[in-house]
């Protein structure tokens, strides 16, 4: 009887890999012979929450980071990937956390199911981040032996992913989700610019593409970070609490657990707002408990303020950018888009004909696993992807299949 006989592998490591990292969470997504399907970061969840737990002997990244965020803010490090190669620590107990640090761990936590698919992973990162900070997270990968082949911001890759639709005066992302919009007049085919918009808990972040016949460029990119994700959740945690307090007299924000149940119910309950959906949001303690009912309706009145700042934000870096034209299109990450009452701002406060469209979840990372092929086949240059890249041929469609999305335009 052999003993030493070596198990076959499960299956050849034929798939390319793209992860979308942003300063909120990963997500990653793997594509071989047409096929895609998303990882599993955090296991058994697809995305992987940049939130570091500095609580116990080890520190940890994930949701268990998650899960103290509000019960613990002092034992959480977040936020972190911004402040790259910056003097800045996260200190609780005997751990002193520096962004490097936190880096290094998220790395190597998404470095086992990465490998586990691939030799060949592309990063899309966020334009926010300088040729130092990215130059440090390249480092850091190359010194854990992630299998990065790539690195590319992240509007950049997505338009260049879907830059065929738009060259053909089609929708990218053609697939109603909201009551709240209306399918897409026949646009014009052929080159124009596309605004990408992106939120994470750093910012709300802008960037605008230029697509031509054989390139797409990045000209102008901007950052809100008053406009952060952060500030949505607690205006919303806020709003909710003090409605508790109106129907109940108790206030879930006196006990660090009810505020973090809280927390954690609202990235499905905006999932759920933005489908048009009621919510029944559960506020309990050990003395006490209370349902509240909350409408898509409250949600965006909730977050009014928050929505219309971002709008004319988003509206004045397009005014004051100097574009030779107006953007065909401004197409939203599915993490700005769910931001409550935002595309309907953005829709009052773009001009006439410029469509409103919201990617599926994972389009940042299926566009960054298309470029994979061509890193190895080397048709893009080693070097950070921050200002253009060479299109496929303009019959080239994107990768993802049935996306989920919504879809606005201009009336």
């Known amino acids: 009887m052999l003993w030493n006989r070596k ?11 793209g992860v979308d990292l942003t300063s909120t969470r990963a997500r990653a997504v793997g594509v071989s012979n047409g096929k895609q399907r998303a990882l599993l970061l955090d296991d058994p969840h697809e995305e992987l929450p940049l939130f570091v737990s500095l609580e116990r002997r080890t520190p940890d990244v994930g949701r268990v980071g998650y899960a103290l965020c509000r019960r613990m803010p002092h034992a959480v490090c977040s936020n972190f990937l911004p402040t790259l190669t910056q003097p800045r620590d996260w200190r609780c107990g005997r751990h002193v956390m520096t962004p490097e640090a936190a880096l290094d761990l998220t790395l190597n936590k998404l470095r086992t199911p990465v490998a586990a698919e691939t030799d060949t992973a592309v990063l899309a990162l966020p334009a926010y981040l300088g040729p130092a900070q990215v130059t440090k997270l390249v480092a850091a990968a190359t010194r854990i032996k992630f299998p990065l082949k790539g690195t590319a911001v992240a509007a950049l890759a997505v338009v260049a992913d879907r830059a065929a639709s738009l060259l053909a005066g089609k929708p990218a992302a053609p697939e109603l989700a909201s009551p709240d919009v209306v399918p897409l007049r026949p646009s014009d085919a052929g080159p124009g610019l596309v605004a990408v918009i992106d939120a994470d808990e750093f910012a709300v972040s802008g960037a ?80 006490w408990f209370q349902d509240v009912i909350q409408q898509p309706e409250d949600f965006d009145a909730h977050c009014a303020q928050l929505a219309r700042g971002t709008a004319e934000c988003v509206r004045d870096f397009l005014a004051e ?34 469509a409103i469209e919201a990617l599926p979840p994972n389009a940042v990372a299926q566009a960054a696993a298309a470029l994979a092929p061509r890193w190895l086949a080397a048709e893009l240059p080693r070097a950070h992807l921050d200002a253009s890249l060479e299109l496929f041929a303009v019959s080239h469609q994107p990768s993802a299949e049935n996306p989920r999305s919504s879809v606005a335009e201009r009336r």
């Open 321 to 354: 950018a100097g574009l030779p034209i107006h953007p065909r299109a401004v197409w939203l990450t599915h993490e700005a888009a769910r931001l409550p009452g935002l595309v309907r701002h953005l829709h009052q406060n773009t001009p006439e004909g410029t």
């Open 7 to 17: 198990p076959a592998p499960v299956h050849e490591k034929s798939r390319a890999v």
């Open 208 to 287: 605008v593409v230029s697509v031509e016949r054989d390139r797409v460029k990045l000209l102008t990119s901007t950052c809100f970070p008053r406009f952060a994700v952060k500030a949505w959740k607690d205006r919303l945690l806020d709003s909710i609490s003090d409605r508790c307090v109106r129907l109940c007299r108790r206030d879930p924000r006196d006990s660090a657990d009810a505020e973090q149940a809280l927390f954690e119910q609202l990235d499905d309950a905006l999932d759920r707002v933005r489908a048009g959906q009621r919510v029944n949001l559960t506020l309990r303690t050990a003395h």
